[in-house]
């Protein structure tokens, strides 16, 4: 993740000392939200990406994991799923994301979240939001959940309704939004940028603060599941969704609204800040610049800072690489699995920059982006060290020479 509010306008946000290693302010946010503080991002533990169950009540275009509204076999039970939660407790992960398919459609997610709770973890949701009532609300509050966040692809009802195949999705997931908003929830916007969706953005951005929106985050498309039929943005679409999150972000600081704005699965975009705010010549760039390489970006990401449990079980280095499992919590413990390195993959992804090729090896922001999403790397190209497609930086901008004010970089 990449927090522009963080990075651009110097917003502080609960989970700062944990992404930059470091306070911009003082806050004190509650303790449901507070995030540890890393000693560097290399020690981080992960934050875990657990897909709950595979069922979905809507069938969006963008579903990584092809979900339906049906039953599927294999899922994980409560009682395994606890097991698994006092293993994370133990092993200290910094949050756990409930996700799915859609998880508020498991009849024990709040027998989960209550367990999870008692044992200290930091728990997030991951949602499509139509099924949050004003009860279910008052239920994710209760539990302290850190954060809700609810999966939005337009501010128009019918682009919406058709990303997520089911006609009325857009007026129950605004629905969703209210609610939590009405009892003081937190909760966050989530919508993937693609070709399409990348065009409404100030739209988005318009909802979020007529609604009261907390947090949004911006994820560019890794083509997996059912997003494999989907077009990611060409670098010029990239760089325009980027300018326009960048100045709705400077804008909604400058009028005192603390939204939290993020982009995430692309780590150029930290670099493509940077070069933004050296041209504005901001006062904060090479302090961006600092805490941008102190998190490394992908580097500490898949298969470092970020993981996943699929509906079965199985583990993954993060939710967009279920093509490739390292391990099933069935027959060992998740904290086990995450440190077992006799597996290449895993082994490279704990040490990437050595394995990775092409551009991203002569990237003078290599040490700020660490190579970009390798799954969408692997699922583009077959190879899993080969650039990622979704970088939108030119050849000139990654070998720009430094100037004599701004020392390079690498």
Known sequence: MIDISVLYTGLETPSTPHRYGRAITQIDPPEHQRMDRAKSAAERRP????????????????????????????????????????????????????????????????????HA?????????????????????????????????ISLDSAFPEVHDRFRGMEGAYEKT????????????????????????????????????????????????????RGKDLYRMDPEQSRRAMD???????????????????????????????LKMREEGHPRARQVREMAEWNGGARYSSGVGISNIDFNGNV??????MFRSFGNVRERPFSEIWQDTSHPVMAGLKERLAHLNGRCRECRFLSMCGGGLRARAEVVTGDTWAPDPGCYLSDEEIRLAPTESEPDLV
């Open 47 to 114: 934050i875990v990406v657990w897909n709950l169950t595979r069922t979905c009540n809507l069938r969006c275009q963008h579903c990584y994991t092809d979900s339906a509204n049906q039953k599927y076999a294999g899922e994980l039970s409560t009682e395994e799923c606890k097991r698994v939660l006092d293993d994370l407790a133990a092993y200290r992960v910094p949050a756990v994301l409930f996700s799915g398919g859609e998880p508020l459609v498991r009849p024990d997610v709040f027998e989960l979240a209550a």
């Open 117 to 149: 709770r008692q044992l200290g973890l930091h728990v997030v949701l991951s949602t499509n939001g139509t099924l949050i009532t004003p009860e279910i609300a008052r239920r994710l509050k209760g539990l302290k959940f850190a954060y809700v966040g």
């Open 174 to 225: 605004m629905r969703g939004f209210r609610n939590c908003v009405d009892v003081g929830q937190k909760v966050g916007l989530r919508l993937t940028l693609t070709r399409e969706t990348c065009e409404n953005l100030d739209h988005i951005f318009d909802l979020i603060e007529r609604e009261g929106i907390h947090r949004a985050c911006f994820y560019h498309l890794c083509p997996s599941g």
């Open 244 to 274: 326009t999150i960048f100045a709705r972000t400077r804008d909604l600081n400058e009028r005192g609204k603390n939204v939290e704005i993020l982009t995430v699965d692309n780590h150029c975009d930290a670099a493509y800040l940077y």
């Open 316 to 321: 993954h280095a993060d939710q967009f690489s």
